[in-house]
């Protein structure tokens, strides 16, 4: 069965370092990869998409990478701010009305 | 834009009552999407409608889950009889589908909470 894992454990990081956060996947041909973003007490909040056929995908601060031969997608904040502290969620999408598959988040704190 | 909105923010209720949720989506948007989330599981989809009209409830977990969405503004979920293993933050989620990848905008959820 599909299977999608986030790192696990909470990731710690210095106020102004750049954050990484890994999505891997398993039995899983997505066309597309989303990240979310979610504060506590709230919903997911989406951030980025990125295509198969795309390498990377920047926004501002934040940029994805999508590798399907490694299926794998990382998630990089620079100059990371308390503000980003939060859990991240990454999505797998086969498009045209598939629905998303989740990945259990991981949790970030930037301390300052 | 009022946004995703659910009511109620939070439920407390009793095993074996019925607990009913509701769901106004954004408006304009032909996709809805029910999820429940726990620290053990995750945030698993439950069911989805397109166009009013439920298309994949496979992840309902059994027969005293149900959902309905009588028109493009509003969708319920209902849980009849409620279990205390139902506990959970249930979120609803709407989209624009187009022919490609669906962005899901998602509401504030509602903590339930069976005891």
Known sequence: ?112 | DAGVIQSPRHEVTEMGQEVTLRCKPISGHNSLFWYRQTMMRGLELLIYFNNNVPIDDSGMPEDRFSAKMPNASFSTLKIQPSEPRDSAVYFCASSLRLAESDTQYFGPGTRLTVL
């Open chain 1, 1 to 112: 069965s599909q299977k999608i894992e986030q790192n696990s454990e909470a990731l710690n990081i210095q106020e102004g370092k750049t954050a990484t956060l890994t999505c891997n996947y398993t039995n899983y041909s997505p066309a597309y990869l989303q990240w979310y973003r979610q504060d506590p007490g709230r919903g997911p909040v989406f951030l980025l998409l990125i295509r198969e056929n795309e390498k990377e995908k920047r926004k501002e601060r934040l940029k994805v990478t999508f590798d399907t031969t490694l299926k794998q997608s990382l998630f990089h904040i620079t100059a990371s701010q308390p503000a980003d502290s939060a859990t991240y969620l990454c999505a797998l999408d086969r498009g045209y009305g598939n629905k998303l598959v989740f990945g259990a988040g991981t949790i970030l704190r930037v301390k300052s």
